[in-house]
């Protein structure tokens, strides 16, 4: 027996042959899994993670909509805050005949012809010069401050142009002004106690609780321009 039969099996007594070497067994691999807790944290770990991604899309979506709410509530306030800006700001109702003369918001011969015309912040409620309302035909708005606590859910409801039409589509919204005397740097009241600048503040809101505010200011650069 030679050393490479030694090497490759065992020597058969058998003249001339050679037991095969035996084959080795082949270890078995362990069997790897989860247990079932490890399961179970795996599903409780990513359904709290699903569940949190999920409501941050929920929040987005819903709060997608909102700068088209706030948008529009915008443009509502925006466009009342000018044509309340654009009305005359007269000493005078408008209908007074002194108003295109009045030098003060006085009574007399160079201020209006009765205490009833003098302008003051709020609507005039009483005949010959009210009661005045946005819409009306005979008495409408007709001098900034006449503005001052004008709701749109008051009667007839709704936004509305100055013509009074209905603008469909607008039914959540409301809008609401405020008008009242501010000194504007060296622009104070007039001699009578008058203010002679109008801070206006306009206030819109829409579905969702959307809010938007805006603010400005009219001067009595032209006491007797009725346009």
Not at 67 to 92: D, N, S, W
Not at 147 to 152: E, I, P, R, W
């Amino acid at each position: 027996m030679n050393l490479l039969e030694l090497k490759l099996g065992t020597w058969n007594p058998q003249p001339g042959t050679l037991n095969p070497q035996p084959e080795t067994p082949t270890p078995k691999l362990r069997e790897r899994g989860l247990s079932l807790v490890e399961l179970v944290v795996f599903i409780v770990i990513v359904g709290a993670s699903v569940a949190g991604i999920i409501g941050v899309i929920s929040v987005t979506t819903r709060a997608s909509a909102d700068p088209v709410i706030r948008k529009q509530a915008l443009a509502i306030a925006e466009a009342v805050l000018e044509e309340v800006q654009l009305q005359p700001f007269t000493y005078c109702d408008p209908d007074d005949p002194q108003a295109t003369t009045a030098q003060s918001a006085a009574v007399g011969a160079t201020g209006c012809s009765a205490a009833a015309s003098v302008e003051a912040i709020g609507a005039e409620a009483t005949s010959p010069y009210g009661p005045e309302t946005r819409l009306s035909v005979t008495t409408p708005f007709d001098n900034v401050n006449d503005y001052h606590g004008f709701d749109s859910n008051s009667a007839p409801s709704g936004i509305r142009n100055i013509d009074g039409t209905l603008i469909t589509g607008l039914e959540g919204y409301r809008v609401t002004v405020s008008v009242a005397g501010q000194a504007l740097g060296a622009i104070g009241n007039d001699g009578n106690g008058k203010p002679q600048s109008l801070l206006i503040t306009v206030t819109a809101t829409g579905p969702g609780n959307t809010t938007v505010t805006l603010h400005g200011y009219r001067t009595r650069y032209a006491p007797n321009d009725l346009l």
